[in-house]
């Protein structure tokens, strides 16, 4: 693990920005944001991007759009957005929504309806190779997208064109908006089916930084794309909405955002 990067201490003020965010808009999706917030982190600290926005560059696709606060936080730290739009996250008229946009700079796809992002990237990762153009295509799912047709039919795709510079991960918090993803449609072993479908497969704990770190830069077995399975707790980070649904809709009341802060405060 690169020593320049504390990716903790990345994580944590990411944690309290987000919180902060949220909690001054009143809107929801706290405990996903908190879920994918580390392997965020070790993301937009690897990924070939700058402020330029150079063409040939790595491309980053987050699926489980309704985490754009946390995306919008990134953009901000590498300078791709300015800082200070932060204060206009959901209010009225602001481009800076709950869900993701490209009509955001640095949000390369929208993000949000379940199953589209894999296809996105896809796309992405099938152009590079025809331009021969450098670069991974990194694409962050939702656990609940592992329901969706065209996720599978986009593995299959991505497989039969060989796309080794496509990297997909899977922020597997076991919840999805309904309730138990195993729950709503249990598809069995993710390990099996991806393996199956021709893609090279990790699991690991996606709260491991030096694991998700090694995972996202680790040489891909030429011709494959690579899936990453990220095991993560939903609410990670604040004990009390560790593993709790109902913080996939629920806005922090005053007393709750200050229990949490002082929370993460603690943990810094």
Same mark, same amino acid.
């Given at each position: 693990?690169?020593?320049?990067?504390?990716?903790?201490?990345?994580?944590?003020?990411?944690?309290?920005?987000?919180?902060?965010?949220?909690?001054?808009?009143?809107?929801?999706?706290?405990?996903?944001?908190?879920?994918?917030?580390?392997?965020?982190?070790?993301?937009?600290?690897?990924?070939?991007?700058?402020?330029?926005?150079?063409?040939?560059?790595?491309?980053?696709?987050?699926?489980?759009?309704?985490?754009?606060?946390?995306?919008?936080?990134?953009?901000?730290?590498?300078?791709?957005?300015?800082?200070?739009?932060?204060?206009?996250?959901?209010?009225?008229?602001?481009?800076?929504?709950?869900?993701?946009?490209?009509?955001?700079?640095?949000?390369?796809?929208?993000?949000?309806?379940?199953?589209?992002?894999?296809?996105?990237?896809?796309?992405?990762?099938?152009?590079?190779?025809?331009?021969?153009?450098?670069?991974?295509?990194?694409?962050?799912?939702?656990?609940? !997208?592992?329901?969706?047709?065209?996720?599978?039919?986009?593995?299959?795709?991505?497989?039969?064109?060989?796309?080794?510079?496509?990297?997909?991960?899977?922020?597997?918090?076991?919840?999805?908006?309904?309730?138990?993803?195993?729950?709503?449609?249990?598809? &069995?072993?993710?390990?099996?089916?991806?393996?199956?479908?021709?893609?090279?497969?990790?699991?690991?704990?996606?709260?491991?930084?030096?694991?998700?770190?090694?995972?996202?830069?680790?040489?891909?077995?030429?011709?494959?794309?690579?899936?990453?399975?990220?095991?993560?707790?939903? &609410?990670?980070?604040?004990?009390?909405?560790?593993?709790?649904?109902?913080?996939?809709?629920?806005?922090?009341? !005053?007393? !709750?955002?200050?229990?949490?802060?002082?929370?993460? !405060?603690?943990?810094?």
């Amino acid at each position: 693990m690169d020593n320049l990067i504390n990716y903790k201490e990345v994580a944590l003020e990411a944690r309290k920005a987000v919180l902060r965010l949220i909690y001054r808009a009143q809107t929801s999706h706290i405990g996903s944001n908190f879920s994918c917030i580390d392997i965020l982190t070790v993301i937009y600290s690897i990924a070939n991007i700058d402020k330029d926005l150079k063409e040939d560059r790595d491309r980053i696709v987050v699926s489980k759009g309704w985490v754009a606060a946390s995306m919008y936080y990134f953009l901000a730290k590498k300078g791709i957005i300015p800082k200070e739009d932060l204060e206009t996250y959901c209010k009225d008229g602001s481009k800076y929504i709950g869900l993701a946009e490209p009509n955001v700079r640095g949000i390369e796809a929208a993000g949000g309806s379940m199953g589209f992002g894999l296809p996105f990237g896809v796309g992405f990762a099938f152009a590079k190779n025809l331009k021969r153009e450098k670069g991974k295509v990194f694409v962050l799912m939702s656990d609940g !997208e592992m329901d969706c047709g065209s996720t599978w039919e986009s593995a299959l795709i991505s497989a039969h064109h060989k796309l080794d510079n496509l990297v997909v991960i899977v922020d597997f918090n076991g919840l999805q908006a309904m309730g138990r993803v195993e729950d709503i449609l249990n598809i &069995g072993p993710l390990k099996d089916k991806w393996e199956a479908l021709g893609w090279e497969v990790q699991e690991i704990d996606g709260h491991n930084f030096e694991e998700i770190e090694r995972s996202l830069t680790a040489p891909i077995e030429e011709g494959k794309p690579r899936v990453i399975i990220a095991r993560t707790i939903k &609410g990670k980070g604040v004990s009390f909405m560790e593993g709790d649904n109902i913080w996939h809709y629920k806005a922090p009341s !005053e007393e !709750e955002y200050q229990k949490a802060l002082k929370e993460l !405060e603690s943990n810094g």
